[in-house]
């Protein structure tokens, strides 16, 4: 994950848990930058990198120890970096349906209209993730439009339900990323590892699906 990316997410998370007044002082400032290998959060003067480091460094490090391990090591400085934009809210509500539907497009289960979207390419090569395809291309959700036949039979299978809108899909999400909670459930951001261990769970239900036809 690249610092902008970290960023961005982690700005949406700060903006919900810190009052306006901290997040305004202390967080929309910072820009960024990266020296000697490490993750550099510029602040304007001294004051400001002190109040990053006295009440904010814990906060950033449990952020990215949970949405960017095994990345640089953030440093505080006083100078002047790259701005970046707070992650879109529509992105992270769509932020279920992306990653099943980056899965199916990794099984091609896609429909031919989706294929022929501007930014599939994007989508396929990992350079977007499914969650900012939903929201840019699918206006914000999916249908059978999105799929071909398989893909429609499956997503109906798994994802659909006319009671509560979603099949088993939901209660596998929950279990494999440890929510326990609908807040926990919106907080959640794009994550590579998450979208690797869900491919896993959408795939095994898949698998089981399909062996279910044969029978």
């Given at each position: 994950m690249k610092l902008a990316d970290f960023w961005a997410q982690a700005l949406r998370r700060l903006h919900s848990e810190l009052s306006e007044q901290q997040f305004n002082r202390a967080i929309a400032p910072v820009t960024l930058g990266e020296q000697d290998g490490a993750w550099v959060l510029y602040a304007k003067n001294q004051f400001a990198v002190n109040l990053l480091r006295s009440q904010y460094t814990a906060k950033i490090a449990a952020l990215q120890a949970e949405l960017a391990p095994d990345t640089p090591a953030v440093c505080y400085k006083i100078g002047s970096g790259a701005t970046c934009a707070m992650a879109d809210a529509d992105v992270q509500a769509a932020l279920h349906t992306g990653y099943y539907y980056a899965w199916a497009v990794s099984q091609n289960l896609h429909s031919a209209a989706a294929e022929a979207l501007p930014l599939f390419g994007a989508l396929r090569h990992g350079e977007i993730s499914g969650a900012e395809f939903v929201v840019r291309q699918l206006n914000g959700g999916i249908d059978e439009t999105c799929f071909n036949e398989l893909g429609n039979r499956f997503t109906q299978y798994y994802y659909a339900d006319d009671d509560e809108g979603y099949g088993h899909f939901m209660d596998d999400y929950f279990i494999a990323l440890g929510l326990q909670t609908e807040a926990e459930f919106y907080r959640q951001t794009w994550q590579p590892?998450?979208?690797?261990?869900?491919n896993a769970v959408f795939?095994?239900?898949?698998?089981?699906?399909?062996s279910s036809l044969k029978s």
């Amino acid at each position: 994950m690249k610092l902008a990316d970290f960023w961005a997410q982690a700005l949406r998370r700060l903006h919900s848990e810190l009052s306006e007044q901290q997040f305004n002082r202390a967080i929309a400032p910072v820009t960024l930058g990266e020296q000697d290998g490490a993750w550099v959060l510029y602040a304007k003067n001294q004051f400001a990198v002190n109040l990053l480091r006295s009440q904010y460094t814990a906060k950033i490090a449990a952020l990215q120890a949970e949405l960017a391990p095994d990345t640089p090591a953030v440093c505080y400085k006083i100078g002047s970096g790259a701005t970046c934009a707070m992650a879109d809210a529509d992105v992270q509500a769509a932020l279920h349906t992306g990653y099943y539907y980056a899965w199916a497009v990794s099984q091609n289960l896609h429909s031919a209209a989706a294929e022929a979207l501007p930014l599939f390419g994007a989508l396929r090569h990992g350079e977007i993730s499914g969650a900012e395809f939903v929201v840019r291309q699918l206006n914000g959700g999916i249908d059978e439009t999105c799929f071909n036949e398989l893909g429609n039979r499956f997503t109906q299978y798994y994802y659909a339900d006319d009671d509560e809108g979603y099949g088993h899909f939901m209660d596998d999400y929950f279990i494999a990323l440890g929510l326990q909670t609908e807040a926990e459930f919106y907080r959640q951001t794009w994550q590579p590892a998450h979208q690797e261990q869900l491919n896993a769970v959408f795939q095994a239900a898949f698998d089981k699906w399909k062996s279910s036809l044969k029978s």
